[in-house]
């Protein structure tokens, strides 16, 4: 286990409201994580724009692609509406690409996935990030935050009320900090795959042929 520099995790939240929950979730889980040892970033949703709408040379595109690529972990925090995720929250998630050239900005990174709702406690947000999480080729850990009637959850200075709630969300950061620390120098091992060699020698093949014909 490699202790060389600290774990760095980039949070990533899924509203813009003024008082954003999932925002204050995501700041408090930060504070937790930064007292294990984890060095911190955050991405700022405004401005960034619908995927597709705008070239990838985007500042906000590129600022999120670049937060990632510098990230070992990540934690994913969104409101559920409608029963889902929300469309910021998408819209984040669809700028990252699987890959930029031969590099991949979010493979072997660890995930944390976390969830406010107005109402009753419930897990489709939190699923679909997992869906997305191995989509995105990640290290989604098993433990979870889903944070029911959260307006009633925080402080007015947005900090988190001693609850079981927030003992959730500390069990959740101690995990992701283990895991990230136990996985990260083990990446390119575990993500060595037979098919990407095989396509790898492919090419090799067909560049050494081509500049034999040249």
């Known amino acids: 286990m490699s202790f060389d520099h600290k774990p760095r995790i980039l949070f990533l939240y899924g509203s813009l409201r003024e008082r954003s929950y999932s925002r204050l979730l995501a700041e408090e889980a930060a504070r937790i994580i930064e007292d294990f040892g984890a060095e911190v970033q955050f991405f700022d949703p405004r401005g960034l724009p619908l995927h597709g709408a705008e070239p990838d040379t985007h500042p906000k595109v590129q600022e999120l692609r ?23 929250m998408k819209t984040q998630i669809d700028w990252i690409p699987l890959s930029i050239g031969a590099i991949r900005p979010t493979q072997g990174r660890t995930l944390a996935v976390m969830q406010v709702s107005g109402g009753s406690q419930s897990f489709n947000a939190v699923n679909t990030m997992r869906l997305l ?82």
């Open 66 to 88: 670049e937060l990632s690529l510098w990230s070992e972990g990540q934690v994913w925090s969104s409101p559920e509406m409608h029963g889902n995720i929300s469309g910021l």
């Open 133 to 214: 999480g191995r989509w995105m080729r990640m290290f989604t850990i098993p433990n979870q935050s889903s944070v029911a009637k959260a307006y009633q959850e925080f402080n007015e200075d947005g900090t988190m009320k001693e609850s079981a709630y927030r003992d959730r969300v500390v069990d959740v950061m101690e995990e992701l900090y283990r895991f990230t620390l136990l996985l990260r120098d083990q990446v390119d091992d575990l993500t060595d795959r037979y098919s990407e060699r095989k396509a790898a020698a492919a090419k090799q093949i067909e560049q050494a042929a081509q500049k034999a014909v040249q």
